[in-house]
C-alpha cells in the first residue's frame, strides 16, 4: 500500500464550479499536509498548508484534513481555466526528514 | 529571492550514455531534495540531503544514479549509464530545514528523454 493515494483524474468541469481533489494516506503520524499546483512543464508550487487536522481557506481554496478518516481535501471555489493544473498533495510527520507526494490530479477548468 | 535554479532545462541521450544535471538551491536553504517525476505520476524522492551530508537515498539506484552536495550548497545529480526508463522529469527543491512545518521549493526539472 502506498503512503499517499490520490485519484489522478483527469478532471474536467465548467468554469465556476466547485472541485474537490481528495487524497487518502495510510501513516498517522502525518501531520503536515500540503497542496501544491504543478502546471504543465513547470515545477510544482505550494498552494496551501494544514497541521494537523481542521479547515484552512484562502480566497477560493479551501483545505480540509479530517485526521481519523486519514483523508484530505481541497475545494476550488467559482473555479477558473487559469486552475488548469495537476494538483498533488503532500504530508510529513514531525520528525520532518521527507515529504510523501500523492501521484497528482490533473485539473482542466473549461471556458 | 532567487529561486531553485536547475539546468539543463532538456536533455536527450542515447540508451547506456551518461550524463548530469546540476541544482542550486535558494540561498540558506540546508536542506536539498532530488526527485523523479514519470509522466503522470507524483514526484518520488531520490535523495535527500540535509548541507553536504545524505540524510535519505535509500530510493536512489545506486548502481547507476550517484548525487553529491560537496560544499553543502548546489549539487549535481548523474546517471551512468542511463536506460529508456530513466525518462522522467528530474526535479531539485529545497527547503530551510527538513520538511516539518516548511516548504520545499521546486526548480522547474529537468526533462530527461533516454532513446
Known amino acids: 500500500q502506498k503512503e499517499v493515494e490520490q485519484d489522478p483524474g483527469p478532471l474536467s468541469v465548467p468554469e465556476g464550479a466547485i472541485v474537490s481533489l481528495n487524497c487518502t494516506y495510510s501513516?498517522?503520524?502525518?501531520?503536515?499536509f500540503m497542496w501544491y499546483r504543478q502546471y504543465s512543464r513547470k515545477g510544482p508550487e505550494l498552494l496551501m498548508y494544514?497541521?494537523?487536522?481542521g479547515n484552512k481557506e484562502d480566497g477560493r481554496f479551501t483545505a480540509q484534513v479530517d485526521k481519523s478518516s486519514k483523508y484530505i481535501s481541497l475545494f476550488i471555489r467559482d473555479s477558473q481555466p487559469s486552475d488548469s493544473a495537476t494538483y498533488l498533495c503532500?504530508?510529513?510527520?514531525?520528525?520532518?526528514?521527507?515529504?510523501?507526494f500523492g501521484t497528482g490530479t490533473s485539473l482542466t477548468v473549461i471556458p | 529571492e532567487a529561486g531553485v535554479a536547475q539546468s539543463p532545462r532538456y536533455k536527450i541521450i542515447e540508451k547506456r550514455q551518461s550524463v548530469a544535471f546540476w541544482c542550486n538551491p535558494i540561498?540558506?536553504?540546508?536542506?536539498l531534495y532530488w526527485y523523479q517525476q514519470i509522466l503522470g505520476q507524483g514526484p518520488k524522492l531520490l535523495i535527500q540531503?540535509?548541507?553536504?551530508?545524505?540524510?535519505?537515498d535509500s530510493q536512489l539506484p545506486k548502481d547507476r544514479f550517484s548525487a553529491e552536495r560537496l560544499k553543502g550548497v548546489d549539487s549535481t545529480l548523474k546517471i551512468q549509464p542511463a536506460k529508456l526508463e530513466d525518462s522522467a522529469v528530474y526535479l531539485c527543491?529545497?527547503?530551510?530545514?527538513?520538511?516539518?512545518?516548511?516548504?520545499?521549493?521546486f526548480g522547474q526539472g529537468t526533462r530527461l528523454t533516454v532513446v
Open positions: 527543491a529545497s527547503s530551510l530545514q527538513g520538511a516539518w512545518n516548511t516548504e520545499a521549493f
Open positions: 501513516n498517522s503520524a502525518f501531520q503536515y
Open positions: 494544514t497541521y494537523s487536522s
Open positions: 503532500a504530508m510529513s510527520t514531525n520528525t520532518g526528514n521527507q515529504f510523501y
Open positions: 540561498s540558506g536553504h540546508a536542506t
Open positions: 540531503f540535509q548541507n553536504n551530508g545524505v540524510v535519505d
